[in-house]
């Protein structure tokens, strides 16, 4: 079963399971993101969401963490389903990996805008992809009542199903300064600052600050002759006290 569980430091969560639950999830986003971008906004949150699909892809191939845990298979089932110890052990392989909490409620967001894309006006309920991706963000927004109040905790479930993302004025840039922002933060500030830094994203076009940021970054396009995913912020913390 797929599983998403805070870490011990409030950075982010450490989202684990079995090989077919991972590869349902990674399959399930591409799914809905994939395809030839109508801009280079679009284009930019793509690449966004290919970053976490890259780390879900890793985890399942077994490049991240890997732990065996009980899959309930006594000696009773083994006689019942005549299933020999050497052929079928009593442990199942559990793979798994962190990221930043930020940078994952960046990607529900987007996710959000391409199921519009894809579903349009009509609300597919039947729909097997857009089911696991509504299933991961539940256990998501669950797993933050380790630090949030249920007043907050609803809040933040209210800032999702309200924010709207637009192609048109995505710039990455502020949410990856966010992101190096909270990575830098103790446990006490994390959980201070987190409902900030949640409307920080999900309502950030109506941020002077993000606006301002926007026109700079596309006056240094400009100047450089470069493109949005050629900037980047270069002081991301060596180690990240999850």
């Not at 993302?165 to 949410?175: E, G, K, L, M, Y």
Request: net charge negative.
């Amino acid at each position: 079963m797929l599983k998403v569980k805070l870490t011990k430091n409030y950075a982010g969560v450490t989202i684990s399971g079995d090989y077919n639950d991972l590869d349902h999830l990674y399959d399930s986003i591409y799914y809905l993101i994939h395809g030839e971008p109508i801009s280079i906004g679009e284009y930019t949150m793509q690449n966004h969401l290919y970053g976490f699909l890259y780390d879900v892809r890793h985890a399942y191939q077994g490049d991240r963490e890997v732990e065996l845990i009980d899959n309930n298979l006594d000696k009773y089932k083994r006689e019942y389903f005549n299933l020999k110890e050497n052929e079928v052990t009593d442990k199942n392989v559990c793979f798994s990996f962190n990221y930043l909490l930020p940078d994952l409620l960046l990607d529900m967001v987007l996710i959000k805008y391409f199921i519009n894309k894809v579903c349009k006006k009509e609300n597919d309920i039947y729909n097997p992809h857009i089911n696991m991706v509504n299933y991961f963000y539940s256990i998501v927004l669950y797993s933050l009542l380790e630090m949030l109040t249920k007043i907050k905790f609803n809040k933040v479930k209210k800032g999702l199903l309200e924010s709207v993302v637009s192609d048109r004025i995505f710039f990455p840039q502020w949410f990856e300064l966010i992101t190096v922002d909270y990575a830098k933060m103790t446990k006490e500030k994390r959980q201070k600052e987190f409902m900030h830094i949640a409307d920080a994203i999900y309502d950030y076009g109506h941020y002077e600050d993000y606006c301002d940021m926007k026109l700079d970054i596309q006056k240094l396009c400009e100047e450089k002759n470069c493109t949005l995913d050629d900037i980047h912020y270069d002081n991301f913390p060596e180690k990240i006290e999850w």
